[in-house]
């Protein structure tokens, strides 16, 4: 006989050598066989071993031509031998991990080579027999000592409110009370016989009250149909608050015999624009456009720029780029320029359209005063 060679892994020997020392002839093992180890007189390979799926194995790794099914347990699921003492390759069963958050408890040693070990109930629950149970959500009734924070606090709450309940209508009783006898005028006791003379004091007070103080509506603005009051006493007058709130509009003060005249007549005509061909009817850069970004409300900053015709991609992403809002108005009126004619006109067109009347004639004022 000759000394032929072995056949590698996962071959099996086919026939011997043809010459002393040469190799055998070896072929692969077909498919569903497989052979670990090199060898020198297999003629065929082992059948790979299926996995037991009665018992819940799966197929950890499949059979390839050098090694055999690796059988084993999915995950969430732990492993039990069939015999004892358990060995590799002993026949063995799966079953599934038990859930500690389902039972509704600390997982103190999770599932792996055995089944996974629970510990105390979580938090909101309290041990009750062999399981977990709710705390109460009731108001009502005991309260088990673990769950004293949870429907503990309850219990107080409504205690609380039911005191709080009681309390602030007392308090708000005497409060009430309080400030009624505090407001009340004293009126001094007078005997019978003066009675008479009290009243028509009384009388003359109120009337001479009446012919002191009157109230006049004054029109703001032709654009805006708002008044403010202004109210009369003795030989001076005290503005009222307009009924609307708008940007901060100059206001004047008018001698009292002019109040009623200038009550009943029209506003003034706004000013004439300077001519288009002037340095002051372009808006130049730096001093003017923060006198533009003054008058303007800042509330309405977007819908004036919008008003100029400047637009909305150019807004968002000035507000993109830009951090602060005041260096945001700069810029969106600097764009705005590059993008138009940049004439006040413009400007005082769009702050008329906005009802803004008031601060365009405010404008005007300032750029009229210059820096």
Known sequence: LFCCKG?????YLKGPCLKPCGPAICLPCPWGTFLARENHHETRCTRCQACDEEVSQVALKNCSMVADTHCGCEPGWFLECLVKPCKAGSPFRCHPCSDCRALHRHTRVPCSARDSDCGTC???FYEYGNSCVSCPTSTLGSCP???VTICGWRQ??????????LVVPLLLGATLTYTYHRCQPCKPMVPT???GMEALTLQATQLSSRESAHTLLVPLSSSEKKVRAVQLVGNGWTPGSPQSQEA???EVTWPWDQMHSRALEPPPPPSPAPPAGSAAATLQPGPQLYDVMDAVPARRWKEFVRTLGLREAEIEAVEVE??????QQYEMLKRWRQQQPAGLGAVYAALERMGLDGCAEDLR???QRGP
């Open 7 to 11: 056949c590698p892994a996962g071959h």
């Open 122 to 124: 979580l938090p909101g």
């Open 145 to 147: 000592e673990p769950c």
């Open 156 to 165: 107080m709450f409504w205690v609380q409110v039911l005191l709080a309940g």
């Open 193 to 195: 016989d003066e009675a």
């Open 248 to 250: 901060p509009c100059p």
């Open 322 to 327: 830009v951090g602060r809002f005041r260096d």
């Open 365 to 367: 004022s300032r750029l």
